[in-house]
T-cell receptor
Framework: DAMVIQNPRYQVTQFGKPVTLSCSQT?????MYWYQQKSSQAPKLLFHYYDKDFNNEADTPDNFQSRRPNTSFCFLDIRSPGLGDAAMYLC?????????????????FGPGTRLTVL | AQSVTQLDSQVPVFEEAPVELRCNYSSSVSVYLFWYVQYPNQGLQLLLKYLSGSTLVKGINGFEAEFNKSQTSFHLRKPSVHISDTAEYFCAVSEWGSQGNLIFGKGTKLSVKP
């Protein structure tokens, strides 16, 4: 009953060779997030989609792009991976992505894709 | 700017011992607070969250956390740990009025020994 699915779980690419990571969800949530988690570090938000609206974090490198062709799928494209981009990439979803006065969304995370750059 | 500090990067404990994982935050506005657990090579799973009301929050797997506004802390506790609790634990905050973006601490690796 996986709700947030990430493929592949492990990805190996070469320095400079474009790579795409995939995320899909069965929750019909409006918001999808991509986080980068380097070894022994906290997950760091790269960007998120609210429906089709793309929201990029200010310090996300231009090398990282994202696509959301429909509600269920979201892709992370790394145009020219460097050695420093080796990390676990986590996809998450939430229903409305709002912090309300008396409630807030829970973010549901996928299992992650571990990217190795050779 | 908001930030989250987890003072202990690693916490080794023996099975059936109590444990406390510390979390402090800073923010200029009211926040929501979360604890997530990450088992090896897996994604993050929500343990518990504090939104408002009672400052003692109970979560899954026997964990609980207490919100202390004056000390800006949200420490996670469990009275008796199991081997299966071995994992990394992340504290996170989300600011009121934001789009729900989470700011994580650097994590605490809990290692439960027999």
């Amino acid at each position: 009953d996986a709700m947030v699915i990430q493929n592949p779980r492990y990805q190996v690419t070469q320095f400079g060779k474009p790579v795409t990571l995939s995320c899909s969800q069965t929750l019909n949530h409006n918001v999808m997030y991509w986080y980068q988690q380097k070894s022994s570090q906290a997950p760091k938000l790269l960007f998120h989609y609210y429906d089709k609206d793309f929201n990029n974090e200010a310090d996300t490198p231009d090398n990282f792009q994202s696509r959301r062709p429909n509600t269920s799928f979201c892709f992370l494209d790394i145009r020219s991976p460097g050695l420093g981009d080796a990390a676990m990439y986590l996809c998450a979803t939430s229903r409305v992505g709002l912090v309300l006065a008396n409630d807030t969304d829970t973010q549901y995370f996928g299992p992650g894709t571990r990217l190795t750059v050779l | 700017a908001q930030s989250v500090t987890q003072l202990d990067s690693q916490v080794p404990v023996f099975e059936e011992a109590p444990v406390e994982l510390r979390c402090n935050y800073s923010s200029s506005v009211s926040v929501y607070l979360f604890w997530y657990v990450q088992y090896p090579n897996q994604g993050l799973q929500l343990l518990l969250k504090y939104l408002s009301g009672s400052t003692l929050v109970k979560g899954i797997n026997g964990f609980e956390a207490e919100f202390n506004k004056s000390q800006t802390s949200f420490h996670l506790r469990k009275p008796s740990v199991h081997i299966s609790d071995t994992a990394e634990y992340f504290c996170a905050v989300s600011e009121w009025g934001s789009q729900g973006n989470l700011i994580f601490g650097k994590g605490t690796k809990l290692s439960v020994k027999p």
